[in-house]
């Protein structure tokens, strides 16, 4: 698969993942969301979260893009300000819980996508006139000038909402998971959250890593 990042501003974490199996949030990784979940409500108010670095950051990226992140909100700090505001995080599936569990943890959008699915090569890029997806329990999504992960057959996921064509149901078993950076976020810092990822897909997922990557705004990703 060959991951290309045509906009600036923006570093892409890559975890590519086989032989996944969906299935509920196991007894740990749910005491392990909750335990993020206390923390974050008890060290932040909802005013606070828009201060935090990583939640400016990733708005700067948005307004770098020409988008407006209060218009359009990036899905870490939206997964946020419902967590912070005792709403919890959503509870989907193991591979879902996990990366939004990773999103909380470092503030930056994450999005997850069944590979099998997609018709590479995969370019992250803006939106053109006319694009259009149906998302993820919402109204079909005008992408033209949005930010957008897009394959052959066209966009499918954002840090902002993903598509249905290529979300996470019980048939998947290839996983395809992006953090989406900003630019001056370190790298060092990215791998962790790559790293948290994997873990945490082999630990309650059962998957297989077959790689990670940080990707710089030129990189690819080649199986």
């Known amino acids: 698969m060959i991951i290309n990042a045509r906009i600036s501003g923006v570093r892409l974490g ?15 990784l749910a005491r392990e969301m909750d335990a993020a979940c206390d923390r974050l409500r008890r060290e932040l108010t909802v005013e606070q979260v828009g201060e935090l670095d990583a939640v400016s950051d990733v708005r700067a990226m ?7 992140p209060a218009r359009y909100r990036p899905s870490s700090e939206a997964l946020l300000r419902r ?23 470092t503030g930056w959008p994450y ?13 992250f890029r803006l939106g053109r006139r006319g694009e259009t997806y149906e998302g993820i329990g919402k ?19 954002s840090p902002i909402s993903d ?13 395809l998971m992006v953090i989406y950076a900003p ?23 059962g998957a297989r890593i077959e790689a990670t990557e940080v990707l710089n705004e030129s990189d690819s990703l080649r199986d």
């Open 83 to 105: 967590v912070v505001g005792g709403k919890g995080l959503y509870r989907v599936s193991n591979v879902v819980d996990i990366n939004n569990l990773g999103s909380i943890e």
């Open 62 to 68: 948005f307004r770098n893009w020409g988008v407006d």
């Open 183 to 205: 630019a001056g976020a370190a790298a060092r810092a990215i791998r962790h959250g790559l790293e948290q990822c994997a873990r945490r897909l082999e630990r309650f997922a």
């Open 14 to 28: 890559v975890v590519e993942a086989t032989g996944a199996r969906i299935i509920p949030a196991a007894l740990e």
């Open 139 to 157: 109204r079909t999504w005008h992408l033209e000038d949005r930010p957008v992960l897009a394959d052959r057959q066209g966009p499918f996921g």
């Open 111 to 123: 999005g997850s996508y069944d590979a099998a699915r997609l018709q590479p090569p995969v370019t």
């Open 163 to 175: 598509s249905v064509r290529t979300m996470i149901t019980e048939a998947t078993s290839e996983v």
